[in-house]
């Protein structure tokens, strides 16, 4: 009967979570680097600014590595904040692909990449346009926001199902104004 492949399924996944669980346990950052990036400073040319160089010389090739951007300016308004993106995105603010927006907070983005350095060039707006990133020259240079990237490097034979509970982790932890949590 087809309907006993789905009995079993809350055993099944009770046992992949308790295995995952057990898996997590004790995976720990080789190291965390932090950069402090003044939006409004990025050029508009396609050149990359050189914190995109720095990060992608710390992350010496490093496969897997989760960050996230933090809002530090003293006296950002968040709502000024949510207004300028939800703006962009609503008019696709030259063609660019936008996260979801969520609450306002500090933590502006939670992610995890292979290519750590090429998805912080996206994010800061200088990627594909149909990647879906936070986008920022193309919405947030007015604000004057001073934000900080924090990023993590983990052994490159960190298992996926490892790094996605991790990133799940540091999202529910954070909870980003931007982005959504879970697999791509």
Request: hydrophobic residues 40%.
């Amino acid at each position: 009967m087809p309907q006993s492949a789905f009995a079993a399924l809350p055993t099944q996944a009770q046992a992949s979570l308790a295995l995952l669980s057990r898996e997590v346990e004790g995976v720990i950052p080789t190291e965390v680097g932090a950069w402090t990036i003044q939006v409004a400073e990025l050029p508009q040319s396609t050149d990359k600014p050189p914190v995109v160089a720095e990060v992608e010389t710390w992350a010496n090739k490093s496969r897997v590595c989760l960050y996230y951007f933090e809002c530090i300016s003293p006296n950002a308004e968040l709502a000024t904040v949510e207004r300028a993106f939800a703006d962009a995105k609503a008019h696709e603010a030259n063609n660019r692909a936008y996260p979801r927006l969520n609450r306002q907070n500090t933590c502006f983005y939670v992610g995890s990449s292979q290519t750590v350095a090429k998805r912080l060039s996206e994010h800061l707006g200088y990627g594909a346009a149909g990647t879906y990133a936070l986008q920022l020259i193309h919405w947030a240079q007015p604000l004057q926001l001073s934000l900080r990237f924090v990023c993590a490097k983990y052994s490159d034979e960190t298992p996926y199902a490892i790094v996605q509970a991790l990133e799940d982790a540091l999202w529910e932890d954070k909870q980003p104004m931007f982005g959504r949590q879970g697999r791509k």
